[in-house]
């Protein structure tokens, strides 16, 4: 069902994901959905969970600075494939247990960083929010006038940004 709302997605864009239309496409009525979500939320969290599924997450014996950096590339790379949908990752949090796995492989690398607990949680929204608006962006063209390399560059710069803003968090946390 999740994997037929996002194709529907992806063929149509967001908005016709409906669950008449997913259910058509699985050649089923619109009730027997029911059995699986309790309404269109749930199964627009569904999609947010497919989409998150897709980016790999990164061995945690690897230094933290390479994990974060794997994540992104990996978001990145989700958005690219799912341009019609993924803008729903900026206006959905991540509800489901399979959703929230790539935020915990990000809290587990800042904590291995030496970040403390309160200064993850922020830093974590501030991260994904750099990383979700520069994918969305460009998988929603606006960035069509660049160049790949362009906007390889740029991908770099801003992880290469967010690494300052981690290195600042740490420098700035208190002893143990």
Known sequence: MLSASLELADEQGLP?????????RLGVTPMALYRHVANK??????????ILWEVP???????????L???ARGTRAAA???PQVFALLLQRPAAT??????????YAALHDAG?????AVQLERILATAVLGFAASE????????????????FQLLQDTLAVAVARAIAHAPAP
Do not use: C, K, Y
């Not at 939320?41 to 497919?50: F, I, M, N, T, Y």
């Not at 929603?140 to 740029?154: E, I, V």
């Open 69 to 71: 950096a794997a994540l």
């Open 139 to 154: 998988a929603g063209g606006r960035f069509a006038a660049h160049s790949a390399r362009q906007l390889n560059a740029d």
């Open 57 to 67: 997450l990164p061995d945690p014996a690897e230094p933290w600075a390479d994990r």
């Open 115 to 119: 970040v403390g607990d309160h200064d």
């Open 16 to 24: 016709a994901v409906t669950m008449q239309a997913v259910a058509d």
């Open 41 to 50: 939320a749930d199964l627009l969290d569904g999609v947010v969970e497919r």
């Open 97 to 106: 247990p399979g959703a929230r796995r790539t935020r915990a492989a990000v």
């Open 80 to 82: 690219l494939r799912h």
